[in-house]
């Protein structure tokens, strides 16, 4: 992991777990750029928020998702690496350019892991999302 | 299952199947809140449809779910546990509380599976959905 | 795959890979109506594409997702079969017909790999995509 530091992994806001690993697959549920238990941002790209203030929010999801993965995992050992990531970015009807966010997750996950970080991605504009999140991030991943 | 008693599967709406499984990853096509061959709500959450009526196609759209995996999987023999649900839901602009929509689908599959039951969730907030249903629910499952 | 030739795989718009394969289980990123490495159609269904331009839409995004699976398969040697497809699909404010859309690339997928093109599958509708795409179709796979 060399110089970064994962947060304490989010608690869920419903019936569900932070992550699941069943025959060699997990799934973690959606990430929101929640840091010390609240979310940083809030509202829609391109509105409410400038592109820095989306690529620091992806940042701050990233790394919830990253920790949450650290936890289930047994400190990464058990990963066998990143499948896909999809992104949910809350975004104003001209702003078109959801790659350019979804990057800032995508590197770190690279530098965080090399290539087991490696990973498929699907973008997506969505008008809100819950808690008036600006993205929420979705990660599947294998395990040896 | 105690109590719950299953609706039959409803059909895919297209050249798809309802439910397909490879190498222990099963994937169910997304439900709909679909009862005796008809939606029963339509229109978004916070306009058309209030809290309590998301609830309720929620509930629906759950029992189609678990049937749809309850007939993949040999009334649940070859059911290893759950692995994501997906909540899609047609909501106003206003509208944020997702995760209360989907707790009732979460809360029904733990009561239907107990610890198989146990997944990992996204929610989200669309516009619209297909047939103009309120919500879609999309869960995978790990088979034995 | 008889009379279907297959494009060349498109490029990723970022830090991920087209395709990732683990443990037997493979997702392709996702694939947009991009033809000769440029979008072919842009913006919303019942807006600026008719019905007609969205199954043509979905048909090019359809044999990007094949050109993707067949690269990453030995050329389909190594492909099981397809688990679900998801169509996000930029939809104006009345049209509820994704399924008559997505239909093209389940029909395509059942004509060039018979069983193993079986499928589960989702719809969404969406205010838009990224790069102003008129849709976006997100492919998962089992291998052997």
């Given at each position: 992991m060399g110089r970064l530091t994962l947060p304490p992994p989010p608690r869920p806001v419903?019936?569900?777990?932070p992550v699941v690993v069943r025959r060699g697959v997990g799934f973690v549920s959606g990430q929101f750029p929640i840091e010390n238990g609240s979310l940083r941002f809030r509202g829609r790209i391109g509105q409410a928020l400038s592109l820095e203030d989306a690529r620091e929010a992806c940042r701050i999801a990233g790394l919830n998702a990253l920790s949450q993965i650290n936890a289930a995992t047994d400190g990464f050992n058990t990963l066998e690496g990143l499948l896909r990531i999809d992104g949910y970015i809350a975004s104003s009807d001209d702003f078109f350019d959801q790659p350019t966010v979804l990057d800032v997750a995508s590197e770190l996950f690279l530098e965080a892991l090399?290539?087991?970080?490696a990973h498929a991605r699907t973008a997506f504009a969505v008008p809100h999302l819950p808690l008036n999140a600006p993205l929420e991030l979705c990660v599947s991943f294998a395990t040896v």
């Open positions: 419903g019936a569900y777990e090399g290539p087991r970080g």
